[in-house]
């Protein structure tokens, strides 16, 4: 089963505009993930959040954890083309425990 | 360094037939993770394997086995196919961390 859901489900922007997507999930976690994955293929590992850190920056992209409202949200600044792509948030449970548990993702076009 | 990879690209196979899909992890990866993803949904967890055994197991049927050899790589069989095992089947190493994902199997189910 989906651990939680991505907010929207879909999204469309004009290049170098900013994209925010959400992620809720149901149960506690240790970490929580951010993966983008283009036309169906494999899934590339965006960042990590720990439960313990509330912000955390990688180039281009910023997530937040808040883990009272079990939520998360990936901040894309100054969109490229490159970034169309499904975005998918993907938490593990606890320390030591590696098995990954999906949202339903977000489907992310930039328009040139 | 070659990253996570997977064979074949695509399948074709008919209801209750058999399938074999492979795995070979990321140099220095000891732990291979199976998914499943559906059409427009997330990836699901099918199984985990480390040191040649089978660590965790998400919510599949007996149907789905694995096997790990002694140098990490993996193998995902499937039985008795049905058409509802049409999916992409993503395979992920890690040592400790971060998972890498492989371009993941088509399987079509026919």
């Known amino acids: 089963s989906q651990q939680g859901e991505e907010d929207p489900q879909a999204l469309s922007i004009q290049e170098g505009e900013n994209a925010t997507m959400n992620c809720s999930y149901k149960t506690s976690i240790n970490n929580l993930q951010w993966y983008r994955q283009n036309s169906g293929r494999g899934l590339v590992h965006l960042i990590l959040i720990r439960s313990n850190e509330r912000e955390k920056h990688s180039g281009r992209l910023r997530v937040t954890l808040d883990t009272s409202k079990k939520s998360s949200s990936l901040l894309i600044t100054a969109s490229r083309a490159a970034d169309t792509a499904s975005y998918f948030c993907a938490t593990t449970p606890n320390f030591g425990n590696e098995k990954l548990t999906f949202g339903t993702g977000t489907r992310l076009t930039i328009i040139p | 360094d070659a990253g996570v990879t997977q064979s074949p690209t695509h399948l074709i196979k008919t209801r209750g037939q058999q399938v074999t899909l492979r795995c070979s992890p990321k140099?220095?990866?000891?732990?291979v993770s199976w998914y499943q993803q559906a059409l427009g949904q997330g990836p699901q967890f099918i199984f985990q394997y480390y040191e040649e055994e089978e660590r965790q197991r998400g919510n599949f049927p007996d149907r789905f086995s694995g096997h790990q050899f002694p140098n990490y790589s993996s193998e995902l069989n499937v039985n008795a196919l049905l058409l509802g095992d049409s999916a992409l089947y993503l395979c992920?190493?890690?040592?400790?961390?971060?998972?890498?994902f492989g371009p993941g199997t088509r399987l079509l189910v026919l």
């Open positions: 140099s220095g990866h000891d732990t």
């Open positions: 992920a190493s890690s040592a400790g961390g971060t998972q890498y």
